[in-house]
């Protein structure tokens, strides 16, 4: 037998073993991108300053070529890698053009966290995944193509922006306002624990102190007063309030609303026209709480399916990102924690994961479910 027979099944059975369980989701899906209005001018790229060539004028005189000894050769020249794109900013470099690349990739979710103007580890792996989506060079280092892609794709940022400057804006509402806007206001910062109490129509001083609250977690201008950044950001991480949650009118447990397949035995109820997740025994809501899906390109698969497994720590084999209190019901898709969903809520989505903000809920939900339970996903 050959040794080439002998090395197939090896190989076919390393590919395939590598194909086994992975588990999808984690790392939430950047927003859809906006096209510039203007090209801007690429960061600085290294001097270089070519000499012009100089051509010598041919000799009148020229010495007859020597011909080579007898068993002498010409060494072969190596042909000489190919080389690589001019870089325009590497790791180390540092100063306002490293600020500009940096909020360009926050635009497309490629980087986080403060503008700093140095270009670190943060940076090369901002720039690295970006090439590999869009299937450039991954080097992790700035060049002229990367660089034309990405300006392609995002607006220039202004001084303010680069350097970490927020100023507040216009009040929408303030203290002293009042009505229907109040209202839903103060609905929205319930959804997400920044409001207590009744809902009221009146800006009073507990409304400028959770508005407060949510301004300072966010690194949005602490005033107190609602200006449009602060309103874009609470919209963002939150759904439109019902009249009920309006008016204070706390809604009777119902299996009102819900697929028909929710309504016997024990179910995770999931419903993509509500965004919300409802566990319900025997057809009676027990526990219901806010959720959202994949994007439009990892969508979150609708259907009847059950839970086939669970796991409390999970981490994402594919994005490498915490997935607490899996319970997986479709392949690699799971209903779990997602804290970018606690931060950012719907200005996200994920890979295709129910996503739950509601740490406490779904916890309880974890130790709740069994392996088995149904799960519905629909849009009604």
């Not at 690429?42 to 070529?65: L, Q, V, Y």
């Not at 989506?133 to 193509?145: H, V």
């Not at 950001?233 to 009249?243: D, S």
């Not at 526990?287 to 086939?308: C, K, M, N, W, Y």
Request: charged share 20%.
């Amino acid at each position: 037998m050959s040794v080439g027979r002998l090395l197939t099944p090896i190989r076919v059975g390393m590919a395939t073993g590598a194909l086994i369980a992975l588990s999808a989701c984690g790392t939430p899906v950047a927003n859809p991108v906006r096209q510039p209005t203007s090209a801007a001018e690429p960061p600085a790229a290294a001097a270089t300053s070519a000499s012009p060539s100089t051509s010598a004028a041919p000799s009148t005189s020229a010495a007859p070529a020597t011909k080579p000894s007898t068993g002498s050769r010409t060494p072969s020249r190596t042909p000489s890698p190919q080389s690589r794109p001019a870089v325009l900013l590497s790791k180390g470099d540092t100063g306002v053009r490293v600020r500009e690349l940096q909020h360009r990739l926050s635009q497309l979710d490629w980087y986080t966290g403060s503008i700093s103007g140095t270009y670190a580890a943060a940076t090369v792996d901002g720039v690295s995944g970006f090439q590999q989506k869009r299937k450039l060079d991954r080097t992790g280092a700035l060049d002229q193509k990367t660089w034309d892609t990405l300006v392609a794709m995002t607006t220039k940022p202004s001084r303010d922006q680069m350097f970490n400057v927020m100023r507040p804006g216009p009040a929408i509402l303030k203290q002293g306002s009042e009505g229907d806007r109040v209202r839903e206001l103060q609905a929205r910062l319930s959804q997400i624990g920044w409001h207590s109490g009744r809902i009221t129509d009146f800006y009073g001083t507990a409304t400028v102190s959770n508005v407060k609250g949510f301004q300072d977690k966010r690194q949005i201008p602490v005033t107190g007063e609602v200006d449009q950044r602060t309103w874009d950001r609470l919209t963002a991480m939150t759904r439109e309030p019902t009249k009920a949650e309006k008016n204070n009118v706390v809604p009777k447990p119902s299996a009102a609303g819900l697929d028909s397949r929710c309504l016997t035995g024990r179910a995770l109820c999931v419903s993509k026209s509500t965004n919300q997740l409802v566990w319900v025994v025997d057809g009676k809501p027990q526990i219901r709480v806010d959720v959202r899906f994949g994007s439009q390109e990892l969508p979150t698969r609708e259907g009847a399916f059950s839970v086939g497994w669970k796991s409390r720590n999970h981490v994402s084999t594919i994005y490498h990102t915490p997935m607490p209190f899996a319970m997986f019901f479709s392949g690699g898709q799971a209903v779990h924690y997602s804290p970018d969903f606690a931060a950012r809520g719907y200005a996200g989505a994920s890979h295709g994961c129910v996503n739950v903000r509601d740490r406490q809920a779904i916890e309880t939900l974890f130790d709740t479910v069994r392996v088995g339970d149904k799960v519905i996903v629909y849009r009604s």
